[in-house]
């Protein structure tokens, strides 16, 4: 069976063309903060994003013949993790997205392409909405706005099977399954979440989108509430400027005016003191948030894994580890899985070894 991945990120689109299980191409092909720039809502990347892809496939001379697309799913209704059959309910409510973020488009370009293919189905798999969280995380301060999440599900996930896999192998006398293990999973790419995972089940994690938990690359984190209502009363920036500033402008993006942490280490070691302490205080932030998480946890943490593009920076991982090493082993692994994931959903739906559900 062929099976094309695309997996649209803030500021990545990757892709991948799997031959059963077996990848024959993978192609991660970076955006620029002035290559977005020019696209007023993230839905407007649509062709773009599209015609990346068709263009890939044709400079590597993979003919346009898949069994099944499957695409990043997008911010959904919240719902159960799972493999999706793309439907018009999940199209109409992925075009009408109240939170904009690129996974948006996985859905969208997979069905396009599908749709063109004669006996081609499209699928999407555990999107950024998959929500297990305790009632008790949902309470905030306010009856009006509840916690939600919006999250690196399908990578966490993928990562943490891969951890109690490998932790298996290591100590074949005592397996280990991600259904015995309590861990904290950091996924630290153009958004990073930071999530407490009790016994296979993700029971708290930040809202990695909207303004909640560590800053990253392209996001806000946690804002003081009190001066971003000044912000938006000041009549200074429109509400689509002031959603960019949680979202998209904002980070090292903000500070920094690049998303690229390997160019923003670059800056560090050639003296640039202010890159230094922006770059820093997003550790620090993600090191609190791994703190907050083992308490969810009650202290018995098997593992934290760190996870994501931005773990392949040893700057980064050894400073964490530094701060977080003394509530349970460090575990670094650099990247994702996100692409294997999602072909692994779409092969097992095709042969009816998964469930495929139905959204409404
Ligand atoms: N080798 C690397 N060293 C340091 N940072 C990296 C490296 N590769 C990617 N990154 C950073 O990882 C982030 C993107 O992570 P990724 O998980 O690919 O995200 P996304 O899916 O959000 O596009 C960017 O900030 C990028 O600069
Ligand atoms: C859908 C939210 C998860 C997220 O932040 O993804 P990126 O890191 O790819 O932007």
């Known amino acids: 069976m062929k099976i094309l991945v695309i997996n649209p990120g803030s500021t990545s689109t990757k892709m991948a063309v799997f031959e059963d299980e077996k990848p024959v191409f993978v192609k991660t092909l970076r955006h620029s903060v002035d290559e977005l720039v020019h696209y007023p809502r993230v839905i407007d990347q649509f062709e773009f994003r599209k015609n990346l892809v068709l263009a890939e496939l044709e400079h590597e001379g993979i003919p346009f013949a898949f069994d099944a697309i499957i695409g990043r799913g997008g911010l959904l209704k919240p719902i159960p993790g799972g493999v999706y059959e793309v439907n018009d309910a999940m199209i109409n409510d992925c075009m009408h997205a109240m939170r904009t973020h690129a996974c948006n488009l996985g859905c969208l370009i997979a069905s396009e392409l599908a749709h063109a293919l004669p006996a081609c189905r499209a699928f999407i798999a555990d999107p950024g909405v ?13 009856p009006l ?43 630290l790419g153009g958004g990073i979440s930071v ?9 708290d994690v930040n809202n990695a989108l909207d303004g ?3 800053f990253s690359p392209e996001r806000a984190g946690t804002l003081p509430a009190g001066d971003l209502i000044d912000l938006c009363f000041s009549g200074k920036l429109s509400q689509s400027e002031l959603k960019k500033r949680i979202s998209g402008r904002a980070g090292l993006a903000a500070h920094l005016g690049t998303t690229d942490v390997q160019a923003v280490v670059k ?15 997003m550790i620090y932030q993600i090191a609190k948030s791994v703190g907050a998480a083992a308490v969810v946890l ?13 773990a392949h920076s040893d700057y980064i991982t050894s400073r964490l580890k530094e701060r ?3 509530l349970a082993p460090v575990r670094v692994y650099p990247g994702e899985d ?23």
């Open 298 to 310: 009650y202290g018995k943490v098997d593992a934290i894994l760190l996870t994501g593009g931005i």
């Open 130 to 142: 998959v929500d297990e969280l305790d009632e008790v995380a949902r309470v905030t301060g306010s």
């Open 212 to 214: 909640e938990g560590p």
């Open 145 to 187: 706005m509840p916690r939600i999440t919006i999250w690196h599900a399908l990578n966490q996930r993928a990562i943490a099977r891969r951890y109690a896999a490998e932790r298996t192998a290591e100590q074949p006398d005592r397996p280990v399954r991600y259904e015995d293990l309590n861990l904290i999973v950091c996924h």
């Open 267 to 281: 800056r560090i070691e050639e003296g640039d003191e202010h890159a230094r302490l922006v770059l820093d205080a």
């Open 338 to 360: 996100e692409l294997e994931a999602l072909a692994l959903n779409a092969l097992g739906a095709l042969r009816g070894e998964l469930e495929v559900q139905v959204y409404q």
């Open 324 to 326: 977080v090493s003394f």
């Open 195 to 203: 999530a407490a995972h009790r016994k296979g089940r993700c029971v």
